[in-house]
């Protein structure tokens, strides 16, 4: 294979969200526009997230390469100035979503983490559809239907919000901060 050329470089192995994402922000800021950034990932939903935060600031997302686990993210700095980064504007505590579960209102617990981490550690009744699998199954999901999206941090069901949002979805509520503070009733398997 052809080695891909890249201006500089985002050690991110061995990080959970949102941690990819917060250095390759950091890195992404200080880059010439034009200029190709490498991203080295092992976490699996860092593709989905790369990809997702690129869309949402306007860097264009070049691809992502699997090198023996090694995820290898590549992205171009927008030229110019880059747009401001979209944060879905509908948000919830855990707190507000425990209170809507225990009153038995009709509602989706949405989580767009990875499987691993769902099969683990879940909200009771939550359907799993990781960031990555979102727009190939939107099928799945009742647009008029009231759906509170879920991750580990908040960032990826922002981006799982912004894209079912685009997608006509009429009330989608991101859960800030998510699994990461989860306090309520959890299950596995």
Same mark, same amino acid.
């Given at each position: 294979m052809e080695t891909i050329k890249f201006d500089q470089q985002v050690d991110a192995k061995g990080l959970a969200c949102p941690m990819p994402i917060v250095r390759t922000k950091k890195v992404m800021n200080d880059l010439e526009p034009g200029r190709v950034l490498e991203v080295q990932a092992t976490d699996k939903?860092?593709? $989905?997230?790369?990809k997702a935060w690129a869309g949402s600031t306007g860097h264009q997302y070049?691809? #992502?390469?699997?090198?023996? =686990?090694?995820?290898?993210?590549?992205?171009?700095? $927008?030229? =110019?100035?880059e747009k401001e980064e979209k944060k879905h504007p509908l948000v919830a505590s855990n707190e507000e979503l425990q209170l809507k579960l225990a009153s038995n209102e009709d509602l989706l617990v949405l989580d767009v983490r990875e499987s691993a981490e769902f099969v683990f550690n879940h909200i009771p009744g939550a359907m799993s559809i990781p960031l990555g699998d979102i727009e190939n199954r939107l099928n799945e999901l009742n647009a008029e239907q009231t759906i509170y999206v879920v991750c580990h941090t908040g960032?990826?069901?922002?981006?799982? $919000?912004?894209?079912? #949002?685009? $997608?006509?979805?009429k009330n989608v509520i991101n859960v800030i901060p998510g699994m990461s503070k989860w306090t309520g009733e959890t299950k596995s398997r």
């Open positions: 939903g860092s593709t $989905a997230d790369i070049l691809g #992502t390469v699997d090198e023996g =686990g090694v995820l290898k993210h590549y992205l171009r700095k $927008a030229s =110019g100035e960032n990826r069901s922002d981006f799982a $919000a912004q894209k079912l #949002t685009e $997608a006509g979805f």
